[in-house]
């Protein structure tokens, strides 16, 4: 029986076929073993993240950075300042999303604001 026929019978491409008795005359029956990596090393060591997670939980300095709430896009500014990493805004979402911060945010409050009065202004639910 040629390998074509053979893959038919396992349902398979003749080409994976191939790689498998490859695998197995080169290792025996442990070759047929999938042998998945982690991926990639992480670019930013877990000391760089918990300082980054510190910088997205303070928030930016208003005189300092010229933002009064993080964006993506000024976090990988910071980050390629910081840490010397460049990294695609949408990463820096995911990087985020990983670090345990959603994408929403609470609405940034002017400078002059006065408690008093949005406390006044705000409205009461009635008591039941």
């Keep these: 029986m040629d390998r074509g026929e053979a893959a038919k019978i396992g349902g398979m491409d003749r080409q994976t076929l191939r790689d498998w008795v490859h695998r197995f005359n080169a290792k025996g029956p442990h070759g047929l073993i999938d042998n998945w990596t982690n991926g990639p090393t ?9 300082e980054l997670a510190k910088i997205a939980e303070t928030g930016p300095d208003r005189k ?14 910071v980050i390629a300042e910081r840490f010397g990493v460049d990294y695609h805004p949408r990463y820096v979402g995911k990087l ?33």
């Design 42 to 50: 992480p670019r930013l060591s877990p000391e760089q993240l918990d």
């Design 64 to 77: 300092v950075d010229g933002v009064v709430r993080w964006r993506r896009i000024d976090l990988k500014g």
């Design 96 to 128: 985020l999303k990983k670090l345990g911060f959603s994408h929403t945010s609470a609405r940034p409050r002017h400078p002059a604001q006065d408690e008093r009065i949005v406390a006044a202004f705000k409205k009461t639910s009635r008591a039941r």
